[in-house]
């Protein structure tokens, strides 16, 4: 995308920008509600209705919080938290990509932004002190040692923007060479879908608006990483800003909210099949860790076999090109002699 668009699109994309931000925070807990109501009817366990995770946000808003000697650090995590998962939902395309020409951020500042996020939901637990914190920690740890499992799919997306790789990879079929871009994206679906389970001591430590913050927050993370997942496995259904009018744009991204919607159904189903497998949560977590890995070093595998680099392949042309000359000679030195 090295072409330029006319100043127009920019402000005609900002309104856009800030809907996609305030659909995806704002369909974050229907999405947690849809989980939990399917994985309830999936395992014969009761469970709260969709809306009802959005009901438990709003009274716990209205609740006074809870004193302490930590409650002014539990306080700032929560609202760290609640900020850099929002960011990160903006940061993240949903529906439409960037507008040529505007900055856009790569797929590891996304992934930094959100994995802070996490290890900052962490942060009232590790102040709760005993076998609490020992958890915490290690869920800290876990979730830090993300980046380090997500490196084979960084190196997929290469040093660009994210919203730049999408459009580069936008008309790729998903069975032929799209299916190593399917791959990073059930590696980067795995974050959310083999995630370390909520303890209830953790949230036992708050209340009132920090409790309603954490939640949100969490739901925000696991649905920018949802998002993130379903962008790069199918990035044809996003709205793709070109030199063109402005109109097809403006039905593209129509049309492409209303799939969107239709993903996040797919997306909570498989997560609800998922979560029905239960594992300690030491073991969740390496086989969330080496799921994610392997799945990018085998889409880099075979992303690297159906496109070689292009000084391979120049120096395979040219190399051809040599054998082809010198063959040529050989044959026209064998025509000259009697």
Known sequence: MTHSLPLGWAFLFLPFAM?????????????TGLIGRVSGRLSGVSSFPVMGRWQDIGHQFRRPR?????????????????????????LTPAFTLVVPGLPAPGLLLICCVLVLALVLLNVPCVLGGGLGAVQGARAMLGTLLLLPALVPVFLLCGARDFSDFLATVHGLSPVTDGAPYVLAGV????????????????????????RAMWLWAADCVQMAWVVLALDMAWPGVLALPDDGAMEPWLSQC??????????LLFAALLLAFVRLVVLPPLRLARVRLVSIFLLGVLALQV???????????????????????????????????P
């Open 19 to 31: 809907l996609q931000t305030l659909a995806m925070v704002m369909a974050a807990p229907w999405l």
């Open 187 to 210: 590696a980067l679906f795995l974050v959310p879908a083999l995630a370390w389970p909520v303890q209830d001591h953790q949230l036992a430590l708050l209340a009132g608006p920090e």
């Open 254 to 263: 129509i049309a492409d909210f209303a799939i969107w919607g239709g993903k």
């Open 66 to 90: 809870l004193g302490g000697g930590a409650g002014t650090l539990r306080a700032l995590a929560c609202a760290g938290a609640l900020v850099l998962a929002v960011l990160g939902c903006g």
């Open 303 to 337: 992303t690297w076999s159906a496109h070689p680099p292009q000084d391979m392949r120049e120096a395979g042309t040219a190399s051809a090109t040599v054998q082809e000359g010198a063959q040529a000679a050989t044959t026209g030195v064998e025509d000259m002699s």
